[in-house]
């Protein structure tokens, strides 16, 4: 698909209008999932960008966003720096080294396990050492038909078979969940920002509506591999998130039968 094709696909697919919407559900999802992954002095790059919504609202150091489609630039924050290029080639666009790697809904985008591969060990190549990793992605496990309603989806995976990709490529995998975000943000996510807060703090909503992966891969060595203070504290997090959430429900019921009486 040329970049011509690819602007018509996004005009079509996420049409202007929406994109408000869109932007403050990833508001909330950056802020409340997703920051404590990157540290305020990274350098952050977000393949196949699309409009910005992750690399828009991240704080860090220095923010790059990749992506094939000329009007991406249009929608970026002037704070961040935009390179036209396929993300397919992303170790040759880059100049230097990141210490975080985005991409969300991109790798069911590329033709075969060979170009995932390859991806896979280019991006271990741009981290720096202890950089990580994040992807979220249609979970082929969880939705097997829907996955392949959408023209540009060539490469199946699961979470399952992705884990074995990247350890493949030297990667670490601290963090898997095989359930996360809905498949889709046109129907299932609540869009207002106090519903996705709610979403998000109720692992177990997760369980029932999730249909995306999200995973935390990480480029081990340089200060001695994983950063396991780090991962222990966000399995804690969402121990802790499940057993406020059940708290939570247990007081919109409350608050509902007494409405009813």
Not at 26 to 32: F, G, R
Not at 79 to 106: I, M, W
Not at 113 to 120: E, I, Q, W
Not at 192 to 221: C, D, M, N, T
Request: aromatic share 12%; glycine share 6%; charged share 20%.
């Amino acid at each position: 698909m040329d970049e011509n094709d690819l602007a018509a696909v996004y005009k079509n697919r996420f049409p202007e209008r929406e994109l408000a919407r869109k932007n403050a559900i990833w508001k909330v999802l950056v802020e409340k999932f997703l920051q404590p992954f990157v540290q305020p002095t990274d350098t952050v790059l977000d393949v196949a960008c699309g409009y910005g919504e992750f690399i828009n609202h991240i704080r860090a150091a220095r923010k790059i966003a990749l992506d094939l489609n000329p009007e991406t630039g249009d929608f970026l924050k002037p704070e961040v720096e935009f390179l036209k290029a396929d993300g397919r080639k992303v170790a040759e666009s880059l100049p230097g080294k990141v210490d975080v790697v985005f991409t969300s809904n991109f790798l069911e985008h590329l033709p075969d396990k060979t170009a995932l591969t390859d991806f896979l060990a280019q991006v271990h190549e741009i981290l720096n050492f202890g950089g990580k990793y994040l992807i979220l992605g249609p979970n082929l496990r969880y939705v097997p038909g829907q996955y392949w309603d959408y023209f540009d989806h060539y490469l199946g995976l699961t979470h399952l078979s992705l884990l074995e990709a990247l350890h493949l490529k030297g990667f670490s995998v601290p963090v898997c969940l095989d359930k996360f975000l809905p498949f889709t943000t046109k129907t299932a996510l609540p869009t207002h920002p106090w519903l996705v807060r709610l979403y998000l703090s109720i692992p177990l909503a997760w369980r029932i509506l999730g249909a995306q992966f999200f995973i935390a891969a990480e480029k081990p060595g340089g200060g001695g591999g994983v950063n396991i203070c780090f991962y222990l504290l966000f399995h804690a997090r969402q121990l802790t998130a499940s057993l406020s959430g059940l708290k939570t429900m247990k007081q919109a019921s409350r608050l509902f039968l007494r409405a009813r009486n």
